[in-house]
């Protein structure tokens, strides 16, 4: 179901790259596009993941992550690929059949890695006793 949406995805991270290279340059303008979902009134159920997707949306989805500029982590086939893609969805509409926004975001894929070298991992209390509180313990 997800070739469906392969040539409207094309176009959408066309755009969203275009507005990710626009928003770079002047700070007034949003990094992200906004993109309308319809759904078909008999779409089926939704997920049970906090996004909600129905079908029709975990298609288009699909059909989004697949374009070829797009980053994964577990394809080794996408050489060229130079951006992340990251959605927000928002609310579910409260009837069957409507329309659904969600806003697309693409910034250049080495980005992830310089905010991780820029800013350590945060110490885990599990993991590191000198950050655990000394509780009932009795000296």
């Known amino acids: 179901m997800s ?3 392969d040539r409207q995805a094309a176009l959408v991270v ?3 790259i275009e507005q990710a290279r626009k928003a770079a340059g002047n ?3 949003v990094p992200y596009i906004r993109v309308r979902i319809p759904n078909p009134p008999v ?9 909600r997707l129905s079908p029709t949306e975990r298609s288009w989805c ?6 070829p500029r797009i980053h994964q982590l577990t394809s080794r086939r996408k050489p060229d690929a130079r951006w992340s893609l990251r959605l927000d ?14 806003k697309v975001t693409v910034f250049p894929d080495t980005e ?8 350590p991992p945060v110490l885990s209390y599990a993991e590191t006793p000198e950050l655990r509180s000394a509780g009932g313990r009795q000296e």
């Open 43 to 51: 779409d089926g159920p939704r997920e049970n993941r906090p996004a």
């Open 27 to 29: 700070r007034r303008l």
């Open 62 to 67: 699909r059909a989004m992550y697949y374009d």
């Open 3 to 5: 070739a469906r949406f």
């Open 112 to 119: 992830g890695a310089r905010y991780v070298k820029r800013n």
């Open 14 to 16: 066309g755009l969203a």
């Open 89 to 102: 969805w928002e609310t579910v509409p409260l009837l069957p059949g409507q329309q659904r926004y969600v």
